[in-house]
């Protein structure tokens, strides 16, 4: 009987623990610093959680002021914590950039790897807000 109760209890828990575990689904919009202290650019990041895997995009306005959208790539989640990657054409080169990040209620703190121009690794740091709309 006591077998019984523990191993219920355990699975009680386990249950329990996955119910709580924190959804990233939905939009985080984060503020960028314009290009030579421009006006901050919007970037809102889309993502879809199901399982332990992530999918979605990251949009933000171009050059031109059209919407540019880049996919999801590589998506993870476990927990409170993601990671994911896009990549994208720049100047004839595939740039890869890495993002992960922890959400804490509707905060997503996310770092941002991306090959600087001397190609060193830069980080940046931003904090995105689901947003409600």
Request: hydrophobic share 35%.
């Amino acid at each position: 009987m006591t077998k019984k109760l523990l191993f219920v209890t355990t699975i009680l828990l386990v249950v329990a623990f996955a119910a709580f575990a924190a959804d990233v689904s939905g939009k985080w919009v984060y503020e960028q610093p314009g290009r030579g202290g421009g006006d901050p650019v919007k970037v809102t990041v889309t993502l879809k959680a199901s399982g332990g895997t992530v999918t979605g995009d990251i949009s933000r306005p171009g050059r031109d002021g059209n919407m540019m959208s880049t996919p999801i790539t590589d998506g993870k989640v476990d927990g409170n914590n993601v990671t994911f990657k896009t990549s994208q054409q720049m100047g004839g080169n595939a740039i890869t950039i890495d993002y992960s990040g922890t959400m804490n209620g509707d905060e997503l703190k996310l770092k941002i790897t991306r090959p600087g121009r001397d190609g060193n690794p830069m980080t940046q740091e931003f904090t995105a807000k689901r947003a409600t709309t």
